[in-house]
């Protein structure tokens, strides 16, 4: 199978912003299609098939960051999950939040209203040179930390946290450990069991080519979720009944105040009612595609495409921001900065870039930004050659 024709915009474009938006399978537009056109021609199907979808996306996101499908329940967003995980954890004033400088600013919102709130303090962490030194993690972390919430791939630079670090230090008092796995999942490796989070989270609308679905997921580990403060459970928190639901429905004697038994898995903790089905079929549909190729498969391809970006870049002369030799802290976004441009430059560049179809990213913050390339499954060496051909060519013309 050429994997490019599923993404049939690659004909116009070279698309190298998989951390911005992911491309959308053709498989899966079909797949939402087909329902929508059933659903005028036939009407609604019942809510077993609600239940089943959902179940079917569970086995996806299993096989995708290796947790068990009682684990998973699925939200919008990432923000949207973080806040939802949050919302959860019993934390009180005396209680600190530690998380990172350069978290994506939507993350730093959720968890900075949040400790507000509770009016609990919160540690934000400072990068090195886009880096995070486990030393000033350590020292940050105190006994009355009881979260650390980070991203695992860092959005601006691509940095991979230390993440067997941080447990170990969240551990070490007794804090759960929350990851964004947005910039993570479906582009390198994930195995939630190696790292051993508490909590992972992430919306589909990047690497999980779920662009516009409204649909991420989130990871609970098993066993804290009697830990958590739920919220109020709808219907679809619920197990069936014994009568069966269709019985249920008609039951004249049954009275709605009285509860049905809530289930026992993370599924619980999902949206209390009507699923956004839709979205959740489209977003299955790219997790299998994704998984039929195989993460191992596609993490070998995004690590070479890196390799290539930092090549290309070093030959010219130019900056890799926050460049680490340790491969294990590769992800597949890599950002550049071209010495003598202002940081303004880098974005009239990409501007420039993408009126000649070239579409990649000009990110900032904390200090650090450039050019942010992240090429996905769906990309080619000839589309980095593109790029940095464009590159060199636009150049002379800044
Ligand atoms: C690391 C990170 N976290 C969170 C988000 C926001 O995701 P969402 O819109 O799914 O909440 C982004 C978006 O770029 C991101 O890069």
């Avoid at 979808?53 to 499908?69: F, G, M, T, Y």
Wanted: aromatic share 10%.
């Amino acid at each position: 199978m050429d994997l490019r024709l599923q993404f049939p915009v690659l004909k116009r474009i070279v698309y190298l912003n998989t951390a911005g938006y992911g491309l959308v399978p053709l498989v899966s537009v079909k797949r939402v299609t087909k329902i929508l056109r059933e659903l005028c021609e036939k009407g609604a199907r019942d809510s077993g098939y609600e239940e089943k979808v959902l179940e079917d996306a569970r086995v996806e996101v299993r096989r995708l960051i290796n947790c068990d499908p009682s684990e998973v329940f699925f939200t919008v967003s990432t923000t949207t999950g973080l806040r939802e995980i949050l919302g959860m954890l019993r934390l009180e004033k005396r209680d600190a939040v530690v998380s990172f400088d350069l978290e994506f600013p939507g993350v730093a919102s959720v968890v900075k209203t949040f400790c507000s709130r509770v009016g609990c303090e919160l540690r934000v962490i400072r990068h090195r040179g886009g880096i995070y030194d486990v030393g000033d993690i350590e020292k940050a972390v105190g006994d009355n930390t009881r979260v650390i919430v980070a991203s695992s791939v860092q959005w601006v630079n691509g940095f991979l946290m230390p993440l067997r670090e941080l447990r170990e230090i969240a551990d070490s008092v007794g804090a759960y450990l929350v990851l964004d796995v947005i910039q993570h999942a479906g582009a390198v490796k994930l195995d939630v069991k190696e790292v051993g989070a508490d909590f992972v989270v992430a919306g589909g609308e990047k690497w999980l080519l779920s662009t516009w679905f409204g649909v991420g997921f989130v990871y609970v580990r098993r066993g804290i979720l009697d830990e958590l403060d739920a919220p109020p459970l709808g219907l679809h928190n619920m197990k069936e009944p014994s009568v069966k639901w269709s019985y249920y429905w008609f039951d004249p004697s049954k009275d709605c105040w009285s509860l049905l038994e809530p289930k026992k898995t993370a599924a619980r903790l999902e949206w209390a009612g009507t699923p956004p089905l839709l979205g959740v079929v489209g977003f299955r549909e790219s997790l299998a595609f994704l998984n039929e190729v195989g993460m191992e498969r596609v993490h070998e391809h995004n690590i070479r495409l890196k390799e290539l970006v930092v090549d290309s870049v070093f030959e010219r002369g130019w900056e890799v921001v926050s460049f680490t030799e340790d491969r294990e802290r590769w992800s597949s976004i890599t950002t550049f900065k071209i010495p003598g441009l202002s940081m303004e430059d880098h974005f009239r560049l990409v501007n420039m870039l993408k009126e000649e179809g070239v579409i990649a990213a000009a990110r900032g913050a904390g200090g650090l930004g450039g050019i942010r390339v992240s090429p996905h499954l769906y990309n080619t060496e000839e589309d980095l050659e593109k790029l940095f051909s464009g590159i060199n060519r636009l150049l002379t013309s800044l």
